[in-house]
Nanobody, 113 residues
């Protein structure tokens, strides 16, 4: 059973930065492709960044602003978010890519002045 705990969200002004963390357990983390997803109000959940053993990929909407990374020793995946925009406001989740098991509670990111 995969368990995922996201943290690091909050309220930030446009142009600001946040770093999200996701602690994973119950999975062979080091060989899993992991992703950060987000769900804005009234919209479907979307994958914004993924990381495998040797590569990273980003949605066009966040490319150049977000950076996904992982620490296999800590079973943790991170999402560094810079130059935040109001349209980045959403609940952010991590999961495998493709998703598996139960989603965590997510962490709320609000970008507003």
């Amino acid at each position: 059973q995969v368990q995922l705990v996201e943290s690091g969200g909050g309220l930030v002004q446009p142009g600001g930065s946040l770093r999200l963390s996701c602690a994973a357990s119950g999975t062979i983390f080091s060989i899993s492709a992991m992703g950060w997803y987000r769900q804005a109000p009234g919209k479907q959940r979307e994958l914004v960044a993924r990381i495998t053993i040797g590569s990273t990929n980003y949605a066009d909407s966040v490319k150049g602003r977000f950076t996904i990374s992982r620490d296999n020793a800590r079973n943790t995946v991170y999402l560094q978010m810079n130059s935040l925009k109001p349209e980045d406001t959403a609940v952010y989740y991590c999961n495998k890519d493709p998703p598996a098991g139960t989603w965590g509670q997510g962490t709320q990111v609000i970008v507003s002045s």
